[in-house]
């Protein structure tokens, strides 16, 4: 009988390394899309936020998005987890940035979105500013080269239509 234990517990070994890794990188993944939804939801909230405080432009920080009162000191626009100073979620942590003019008006800003523990929470490093565009890199967050990602619909809707002739389009294919 005890074979039969030693082969069980040799095939359970197998099947465990097997699926761990996998698991792993579906849990790497899913966090990374959590960040740059959490991007996207930051990029809306910043342009509700100037558009109702035309007057400070966008906020100089995430607590101004929070609940509360619903004016410019807290507009109520984003959940309380990514109102806080230094917010976390789903292995990702973020950082804003309110860029200044002069007359010390935000008229820009940045976001960033780095894996808490690379490799094991997220491999990808993210970035957005107050032009929408979420952007990404692999591997070290010095690295100066970025990747636009999709900002639009127009734009996710085109990476998914496969090339051919368009409506009038005279080529024949």
């Known amino acids: ?49 100037s558009n109702a405080c035309p007057d400070i432009g966008y906020p100089a920080s995430l607590q101004s998005l929070g609940p509360g009162s619903r004016v410019c000191s807290h507009l109520d626009v984003v959940s309380g987890q990514l109102a806080a100073p230094f ?46 565009v979420i952007r990404a890199r692999i591997g070290s967050p010095r690295r100066q080269r970025t990747v636009a990602l999709a900002d639009s619909v127009s734009q996710r809707r085109a990476l998914r239509e496969p090339p051919g002739p368009r409506r009038g389009d005279r080529r024949r294919w």
């Open 1 to 49: 009988m005890t074979g039969y234990i030693g082969a069980s517990l040799i095939f359970l070994m197998i099947v465990a390394a097997i699926a761990i890794p996998n698991l792993l990188r579906a849990r790497i993944a899913a966090n990374e899309a959590s960040a740059i939804g959490s991007l996207g939801t930051y990029n809306t909230a910043m342009a509700t936020y």
């Open 87 to 132: 917010p976390e979620r789903d292995g990702y942590c973020f950082a804003y940035t309110p860029l200044r003019d002069v007359r010390r008006i935000v008229t820009g800003y940045q976001l960033s979105a780095v894996p808490i523990r690379p490799g094991r929470t997220g491999a990808r490093y993210f970035f957005a500013d107050q032009t929408g």
